[in-house]
Structures are given as structure tokens and as C-alpha cells.
């Protein structure tokens, strides 16, 4: 650092204060990440209420169910019987006594249904070799659940003592623990392998056990901190109760991405021949402002889930604000701290055969054979990459979003198998259509209106029987629950729902004077959810481009550098988009990834990767970018400043990039699929953003543009002075003046 000027930015009055005060920053963080820990055990994590989460028609109708006293979902469990002798017959009967037998001394169970009761043929399958006991859980979602193990032991049991017959259980509660087991159970998987990862390739980068671990440490204990204090607004704002998981994720990308920037820059100034202070100092002022800035572009970002309108989306936004603000601010402040106290310890533990001067190379060699070509010949390289970009975007034009559906559930958990017999042998049975009606239920109109609407429903040959019409005690409110054709999720089951909304209730219901109804179930939630994200798509990518375009307006004093990273990015998530959907849309990895295509890709995928894949994206863009704009106030070329800038800092970047890849990559690997999509399109669009656009676009674009890249117009000279390089004097005036002609 020039003795004749110190860096006066945020991020360097920050890591000097810390340099100074490392008792004070270091044990403050410990007590923070303490605390919070221990407040959020104490007060609790408040989850979404699964009975709440509906939104349109359907949570309209999961409303007047609930205030007329009905549970919107009944909670029915059903065990299945399957022979190939017919249900007539006394082995068969006897199997199916054995199951009524043994559930009905079961407190915790109403309304148990044999398929041999009279006015209950239809629990028998069309081609008589199928069977289902019925029956609906009491109590809440949350007390079946804890309740439910106990009867599918039970029924497990009777499948034990009957080999020649299929005897399996499946329903809402006991279908929802399991695959909220397995979901659980996965994640923590992937949490477990991610760590260990991380820490191969720190120490790859770094060559030192202590070297490594403070950018981990420092991350989870980010993650840490984050998980106890989502507790807080968690009973304002309801977390999803994957919230931790992304958490996670998040934390650890960016906490490391934040360290990684840090320490290299730190290490690589103490490589120059500067004193640990002065290192120090200018690390802060250089790399911890690029921390800084991209702190702030990411929380921007994260914020617009928030305008999704959807409690997920809200809770993920929440979430993911608090992470990346704490695992900045802990950048900003322990980081420094720990490595003023440290000094040259920090290369403590160092892993043999991995080269020290390999490691503190200024300008990393591979990277500079990489960035030639593209410097040399910039419009055949920026043409050949927006090609390659644009081509791997194609996709899009035919994105179709699903919710996954039976034919997707990974076969190895509990209860899968089970709902698929079912869904062959009683069609719509297991994701009906559930018609709330509001109206005087004893009045004639209303008992022939529901009589109308079950002869249409079964003429409109898309939906089936059985259907069953429940009341109410104050014969206020009439549920009808209805069978649609398909899985519940697929084109047909939607295509029976648009009939029965738009069509036959409208004709049947809605001519009843003063009635009032709606329709929820599994393929009207999936339908009205999906309709809800589709609106909100350009609310929230424009919240986003936007405010990241002033961010980078204000930090670099120039229009060419925003918007050129925003075109940037989206080619690159345009791309990350197009391969989620060819490989899952089109079907084209499922031999490599085991699983089976639903038609589709996860309606909650398209706003989350842009959000976090463009926060992401702008991490790269500005650390890079900050490097290169030091270089051209030192008073570089446009050119020399940017193979400067991206040489200097391509080995940093594709360290943090390994670091996500393979973090998300863990995810593509889980048997659930919407975790599968959710890997794949993460880890590809890092993959292409570290190669494709930050080694060959973006450098490109520089060249060709020269020095328009840092063209303000005069109108914005008052925007304010942010410094790059504090040690020499800057090179051009504010603004830029636009090159002749």
C-alpha cells in the first residue's frame, strides 16, 4: 500500500479496524454464532403449514373447508390388496379381514371402510383383483404423523403373514413421512459429502491444512450463525423446512468463494515482497471491496424471491439474504482479524508435492494460454462462445414445467410402489379433486345441483367414481371429492381440472342462487402454483437485472460494464436453463442419471437457478472485473488491464468454481428428482460461467469494445467515486468520453 494514501473504503476501514482489534472481532464472532445458535434453539424455527401453502382457487377452497371444519385433506391411509385369484375369493377375503382386523383397535384412526361393506363395491378394482381398506387419520397433520408408524407396522405385519398377496399401505400421511424421510435423509447426505469436498480442493489450492480450514470454518460457522437467527423471523414469515438446506449450500459457496478471494489476494501481495500489514491492507482494500460489492449484488439477487408471491420462495429469499450477509460481513471483519493474528502460520500444515511457487504465481499459466487466442482474435472468439451459448439455450424455447408426478418418486422409499399399484388399478383415486361447496345443503336445489355435478363429472369421461360427497354438522359447507383421469400432475389430470372448473361446475353449482365454491387437490394446487410463478417471472427477473445494472452502474462509473454483465449472465443461465431441460424435459439423462422424465422440469426451478445462479455469476463478474479496472487506473491499456486482470484471477475463480461444482454435482447424484434438476443446473451453469463466458466472452467483449467499457456520460458525472487502486493516481477522468469515430 502507497505510503502517501490509504484506502479509505468500507472494506478497508473494516479489515484495518479488525487487524487492530483481533481479540475483539474474533471473540465477537464466536459469541454471535453462539447466540444465535442458542436464540434460535430456544425460540424455534416456526415451518409453512403444509395445510396453508395452497395459493389461488385452491387455497381458496382449502379455506372454506377449513372454516366449515373439514380437514382439506382427509388424511386417508389405504392399505391395497392384489392377487391374481379374485376378490370372491375366501383367501382373499380372509387377507382383507386379517388388515380390517388388525387396524381397528387403533385409537387414532375413524371412518374405517372394508371393500366388502355394502355401498363400498368401488374400493374394489374394475377387474376384480384388487382391493383397499380405507380409513382417515385423526388429528392434524402433525399428530398423524408422529401417529402413523405404529399402523404401518402394523399392516407391514399382516403383508408378512399372507406372501402370496401384495399387501401394501400408502396414503397422505404415511406416503408424506416417507418421502420426507428419504427427502430429509438425502439432503444430509449431500451436506455431509459437500464438506469434505470443500476441504480437498482448499487444500489443493492452498497447500496448507490451516490455510484451508479457515475459509470452512469460517463458512459454516456462517451457516451456523444463519440457522439460529432464520428462527427469529421465522414467526413473522414461515421457513420452508428445506430452508436449511439451502442455507447450506448457499453459506458454503459463497463463504468460501468470499475467503478464497481474500486470502489469495493476500498471500499474493505478501508474494510481492509487501509486509504482512501492508498485505493485509491491501487486500482489504482491493479484494475485500470486490467482497463487498458482490456481497451486495447477491443479496439484491437473493431478494428477488421475495417477489414471487409464494411462501417457499419467500422463506428460500429470507434464507439466503441472511447467509450471504453474514458470511460477508464475516469476511469483512474475522478474516482479517485471523490473518493479522496468524501471519505466515497460516502456511502451517503444508500438503508435500504441492508447489509453492505454482500456488503464488501471480498470473496463472494455463489460464493465460486459454486467454490468448480469445485476446488475439476477439470477434471470432466472442461469436464462436455466444454461439456455443445460444445453441445450449435452444431449449428454452420449449420449457414446460411439472410437478413431479408418481411415475417420478425414486422406487426405493417406502410407500412408492404401493401408489403406483393403486394408480393402475383405481385411476385418480390417489390425487382426486377436492369441489368445496358453499350453501344450504339440505335445500333440494342444492341436493340436485350435487347430484348434476357427479352425472357430468362422470359423463365428461375424464373423471371417475368413486365419488364421495361429505357434509358438514352445520349443513353449511359440502365437500365432493373426485377422481380426475391421469397421475395428478401429467396433461390429462390438468386437462379434468380445467373441465371441472371451467365447464361443469359453472353449470351445476353456479346456478345456484348465493352458492359459492372452488376446487383444491394435488393437481389444482400444482396448476394454481404454477400459474402464480409463471406471473411472477417477470416481476422477479426484473427486479434483479435492475438493480443489479445501478450496483454495478455506481461501482464501476460506467453503462458498458452493467449491461454487458447482464447480457453476460443471462447467456449463461440461458444455457444452464437449456441443459436442465434437455437432459430432463427431452429425457436425454436418464440412463446416465437413473431416473424417468416427467415431461418436464420442477415449476420451482426456473426462478431459483436465475436467482441464484445470477447472483453467483455476478460474484465472478465482479471480482473479476474489479482486478481489471485496477489494472486500467495503474494506467494499463483496455487490453494489458484485462489479460492482467482475468490471468490474476482465473485461478481463484476456478477454485471457487470446483468448489460449487462439485458441491451441486453431489445433488444430481440424489434419487429425487427434482434435487437431481436442481444439481445438474446449478453445476452446469458455474461450469459454463467459469469457462465459456468468464475465460473467452467476457474477455473478448473488452477487446472489441476497448475503452467504451468505461463510458459515462456526462449526465452521470455526479454519481459517486468509488476507488479501485488507492495507490496511484487515477488514470482517465470519471467520465469517459466516448472514442472518436
Known sequence: MSPLKRSNNLAARMGRWSASHWKTAVFGWLVLVIAAS?????????????????????????????????????????????????VSDPAFRAVVNDVVRTVTPFTTIENLRSPYQAGHADQISEDGHS??????????????????????????????????????????????????????????????????????????VFGAIVAAGVPLLLALS?????????????????????????????????????????????????????????????????SGRSVLISGVTVIIAMAGMLFARDKTYLSMGIGTIIVVATAMIGSLTVLPALLSKLGDRIERGRIPFISRSRRENSENRFWSAVLTPALRRPLASAIAATTVLLVLATPVLHIHTAQT????????????????????????????????????????????????????????????????????????????????????????????????????????????????????????????????????WPIV?????????????????????????????????????????????????????NFRSNGGIAAWLPIFMFVILFGFSM?????????????????????????????????????????MVGVFSIFATLPILDMKEAGVGLAAAVLIDATIVRAVLLPATMKLLGDWNWYLPKWLDWLPQLEHEPSAPKRLPDAVPAPAA
Open 38 to 86: 442458542v436464540i434460535g434453539y430456544a425460540v424455534g424455527t416456526k415451518n409453512i403449514d403444509q395445510k396453508d401453502a395452497n395459493v389461488g382457487q385452491a387455497h381458496r377452497a382449502d379455506h372454506m373447508l377449513r372454516d366449515a371444519g373439514f380437514r382439506p385433506d382427509p388424511q386417508t391411509e389405504i392399505v391395497l390388496m392384489q392377487s391374481k385369484t379374485s
Open 131 to 204: 382391493a383397499m381398506v380405507e380409513w382417515n387419520m385423526k388429528g392434524d397433520s402433525t399428530v398423524a404423523t408422529k401417529r402413523i408408524g405404529k399402523l404401518t407396522a402394523a399392516t407391514a405385519s399382516v403383508a408378512k403373514a399372507h406372501p402370496g398377496f401384495y399387501v401394501g399401505e400408502a396414503g397422505s400421511i404415511s406416503s408424506g413421512k416417507a418421502l420426507n424421510d428419504a427427502f430429509n435423509s438425502q439432503l444430509a447426505k449431500a451436506g455431509e459429502r459437500s464438506i469434505p469436498l470443500t476441504l480437498v480442493v482448499l487444500l489443493l
Open 222 to 286: 456462517a451457516v451456523a450463525a444463519t440457522i439460529g437467527l432464520v428462527a427469529l423471523p421465522s414467526h413473522i414469515v414461515p421457513m420452508d423446512q428445506n430452508v436449511t438446506a439451502v442455507i447450506l449450500l448457499v453459506g458454503l459457496a459463497v463463504g468460501v468463494d468470499y475467503s478464497l478471494f481474500y486470502i489469495k489476494r493476500e498471500r499474493e501481495e505478501r508474494a510481492a515482497g509487501k509486509g504482512a500489514r501492508a498485505a493485509l491492507e491491501a487486500a482489504a482494500a482491493t
Open 405 to 536: 408426478g408418481l411415475d417420478a418418486l425414486p422406487k426405493g422409499i417406502p410407500t412408492v410402489s404401493t401408489i403406483q399399484k393403486l394408480e393402475k388399478s383405481f385411476p385418480g383415486n390417489v390425487v382426486p379433486a377436492v369441489v368445496a361447496i358453499k350453501a344450504n345443503t339440505d335445500s333440494p336445489a342444492t341436493t340436485a345441483a350435487i347430484g348434476e355435478l357427479r352425472s357430468e363429472a362422470i359423463a365428461s369421461g375424464q373423471m371417475r367414481n368413486p365419488i364421495q360427497v361429505d357434509v358438514n354438522p352445520t349443513h353449511t359447507v359440502a365437500r365432493v371429492t373426485i377422481p380426475l383421469a391421469g397421475n395428478g400432475t401429467d396433461a390429462k389430470s390438468t386437462a379434468a381440472l380445467h373441465t371441472l372448473r371451467d365447464r361443469i361446475l359453472p353449470a351445476t353449482i353456479g346456478k345456484l342462487h348465493g352458492a359459492d365454491y372452488a376446487v383444491t387437490g394435488g393437481t389444482a394446487a400444482s396448476v394454481d402454483g404454477n400459474a402464480l410463478l409463471k406471473r411472477s
Open 541 to 593: 427477473f426484473g427486479f434483479v437485472l435492475t438493480f443489479a445494472f445501478l450496483l454495478l452502474l455506481v461501482s464501476f462509473r460506467s453503462i458498458v460494464i452493467p449491461a454487458k454483465a447482464i447480457v453476460l449472465n443471462l447467456l449463461s443461465v440461458g444455457a444452464a436453463y437449456g441443459v436442465v431441460i434437455a437432459t430432463f424435459q427431452y429425457g436425454w439423462g436418464e440412463s446416465i442419471l
Open 619 to 659: 460474484d465472478y463478474h465482479v471480482f473479476i472485473l474489479s482486478r481489471v479496472r485496477e489494472a486500467f487506473d495503474r494506467g494499463m491499456k483496455t487490453e494489458d488491464a484485462v489479460a492482467h486482470g482475468i490471468k490474476t484471477t482465473a485461478g481463484v475463480v476456478t477454485s471457487a468454481a470446483i468448489v
